[in-house]
Every structure is written in C-alpha cells, then in structure tokens.
C-alpha cells in the first residue's frame, strides 16, 4: 500500500511562496505518475499538476502555468510543487496523489491519496 505524506502548508501574503513536499513510502516515486489536486471550501477538487512517471513530463492547470512547479526527488522519493505568485484564490487544502499508470487530470483515477496540507494566502 503506497502512502504519501504532504507538508509544507501554511498561510502567506499574496504574492509570496510556498513549496509543498509529498513523501511517499511503500513505492519508488519514479514508478509512480504523481499529482497535486486541491480543493477550496465549497467547491469541487481541481487538477493542479502531474508529472509523469517514467518521462518526467510535466502538465499544469492553466491557473497555475508559470507560477507553480512540480518536480520529482527520486534519491528522496519525494514530489514538490513549488508556488510562487500566490494569489487568494489559490487558497485550498492541497494534496498529492499516486497513479499507478501514466497520470490523469482527472482525480477519481488515482490510487492513493495523502491527507492533504492547507494554503492559506491572504490579500
């Protein structure tokens, strides 16, 4: 059973960063397409980034293209999403997610899920 663990939340002004961390166990992170989805009070769960497992390809939401980076540790067995230019509406409970395959936008097809870390950005 693959588990993952995110840190790295917080609450930031508008403008500023934060880089979240998602530890994963169980698993080689490299065989793993890895995703970071997030959800803000009251509505639905969203795609943020996912990067690939065997390519290391990387596909962003085009809310966040330019300003968030999703990188892998393989020698950590670990995935990052770096954000930079944090805006309010990037307020929401952030998590990451194992796929067993290639990676999806969609968050149902994920397998494992860690237990999420809150962003908080003030205006």
């Known amino acids: 059973q693959v588990q993952l663990v995110e840190s790295g939340g917080g609450l930031v002004q508008a403008g500023g960063s934060l880089r979240l961390s998602c530890a994963v166990s169980?698993?080689?992170?490299?065989?793993?397409?890895m995703g970071w989805f997030r959800q803000a009070p009251g509505k639905e769960r969203e795609f943020v980034a996912l990067?690939?497992?065997?390519?290391?390809?990387?596909y962003y939401a085009d809310s966040v293209k330019g300003r968030f980076t999703i990188t892998r540790d393989n020698a950590k067995n670990t995935v990052y999403l770096q954000m930079n230019s944090l805006k309010p509406e990037d307020t929401a409970v952030y998590s990451c997610?194992?796929?067993?395959?290639?990676?999806?936008?969609?968050?149902?097809?994920?397998?494992?899920w860690g237990q999420g870390t809150q962003v908080t950005v003030s205006s």
């Open positions: 997610a194992a796929h067993g395959r290639f990676g999806d936008t969609k968050w149902s097809t994920y397998d494992y």
């Open positions: 169980k698993r080689t992170v490299s065989t793993l397409a």
């Open positions: 990067i690939r497992r065997s390519t290391g390809d990387r």
